[in-house]
């Protein structure tokens, strides 16, 4: 069986890691749309957390497996489309993942000084459609929308100290703009309290101890939540515990003559009402937010306005309520609602032969573990299906056979896995000389002179 998955992240490389594992026949070929692999791995994880980044030796491994092919640079759903994948694999798998944001849908969201986080965080990690953000980092105030592990993350890239960021793969540019940037104060701001934030503790703690940034917690927003937590889920339990604690603890004596620090805080229940633009009209200077009270508790409590408002000053809004899918093509089913593709175990719905599995297949939620399981899932539905006789097995589908002429009919020329090596030596190099990890290219035009394209 000739078995083809859209997306080299994770969901991709787990799906067919596992196909593969358990089928001893079946041909996997890995379909991206950028020259390198790795998806959110290389793209997502932030830069000073390198050990999250080993996954990428077992998806090499997968890859580097006689029966597995990797194509990069080819677009599925404008290069070539699903239906013509479909007439060439007897399975074919949507790994594609989340590659927009959710819109605040407020006034003045648009205005100079207010980026998403998604974009936020491709810059600094190297994404190519994000290597020209050229964010202001000129205020001193910058506000996150957002209580999740992707707010904390970009909070702790705008207050980390340059010597600890210059020894990752962060890239040169954005070490270069955070070594210049203004910004001291980062207010993470969420609709709910502090019960229903989506960070983890392991994300709260490496803040709270973070160098030269103190921590601004407000004891009152904490009044009563030890008894609210006691028979809670203990990452639950823990994580609030850790909040109390950091409001509670007495603030670190600055002696005199001493920087005024870098400062972080959460604050709680607000929602973003409008981003207030600076007097000439040109650029953020604040955002007034709506308070709110919840309705309902734990975690489908809501936020509800209260009708009272406040407005902060902050030059700089990062906003970062998720993630979301989009289409990739008109024959596959798609729920633009939940920004899923409808799936029962990672079989879409009314198309059989098409699988899913990872964010596009339910939700952007959860760390590289939850996408492990959830690809282990849809690779189990594949080989079901191939062993149950409910595929069409005909042996006219030659795989990449098919789809390399329809690809050359177009000018497309594939990358692969050999050229994806090349590219990564080229990067560890340059990273060598300037004492990092490694030094992403960015540009794909440069990646492709590299490996003679």
């Given amino acids: 069986p000739r078995v083809c998955v859209v997306g080299s992240g994770p969901a991709g490389f787990y799906t067919a890691q596992h196909i593969l594992k358990h089928h001893g026949g079946a041909l996997v070929d890995i379909y991206e749309k950028l020259p390198v692999p790795f998806g959110l791995v290389r793209f997502g994880v932030a830069p000073d957390h390198p050990e999250v980044k080993n996954v990428t030796n077992t998806f090499t491994q997968t890859a580097r497996s006689e029966r597995c092919a990797y194509y990069g640079n080819v677009t599925v759903g404008r290069d070539v489309t699903v239906p013509e994948l479909q007439q060439a694999y007897h399975a074919v798998v949507l790994s594609y993942g989340a590659e927009d944001n959710r819109v605040l849908g407020i006034p003045g969201e648009n205005l100079p000084g207010v980026y998403s986080a998604r974009a936020f965080v491709g810059w600094y990690n190297g994404l190519p459609e994000n290597r020209d953000l050229k964010p202001d980092l000129s205020c001193e105030t910058a506000l996150i929308l957002g209580h999740g592990n992707v707010a904390l993350d970009v909070a702790r890239i705008l207050l980390s100290p340059l ?45 709270i101890n973070l160098p030269g ?94 009708g009272e408002v406040e407005e902060l000053e902050c030059g700089l809004v990062l906003s970062s309520i998720g993630y979301r899918s989009l289409p990739l093509d008109p024959a596959v089913p798609f729920d633009s609602q939940h920004g899923v593709i409808p799936n029962s175990s990672g079989r879409v719905e009314g198309v059989p032969g098409l699988y899913c599995s990872g964010w596009v297949k339910r939700g952007p939620t959860g760390v590289i573990i939850t996408t492990m399981n959830d690809s282990f899932d849809t690779a189990q539905s594949v080989l079901e299906d191939l062993q149950g006789g409910v595929l069409d097995m005909s042996p006219s589908r030659e795989g990449f056979g098919i789809v390399e002429s329809i690809l050359r009919s177009r000018g497309v020329r594939p990358v692969s896995f050999s050229d994806w090596e090349k590219i990564d030596a080229a990067e560890v190099a340059r990273g060598k000389a300037a004492g990092k990890p490694r030094e992403k290219i960015v540009d794909p035009a440069e990646m492709l002179r590299i490996i003679g394209h």
């Fill in 163 to 207: 010597q600890l960021l210059r020894k990752t793969d962060i890239t040169d540019s954005s070490l270069a703009a955070l070594a210049c940037s203004k910004v001291k104060h980062v207010w993470l701001v969420g609709r709910r309290g502090p019960l229903q934030v989506a960070f983890t503790i392991k994300e709260l703690r490496e803040m």
């Fill in 213 to 306: 940034a103190r921590a601004v917690l407000d004891p009152a927003d904490f009044t009563g939540l030890e008894n609210a937590v006691k028979d809670a889920p203990r990452p639950r339990k823990r994580l609030t515990e850790l909040m109390i604690k950091t409001a509670l603890a007495k603030p670190v004596e600055v002696q005199a003559g001493a920087a005024a620090p870098r400062a972080w805080g959460l604050k709680f229940q607000r929602s973003p009402q409008e981003v207030l633009p600076s007097t000439d009209g040109r650029r953020a200077r604040g955002i007034r937010l709506a308070l709110t009270r919840l309705e309902g508790s734990g975690d489908s409590a809501k936020a509800v306005p209260t």
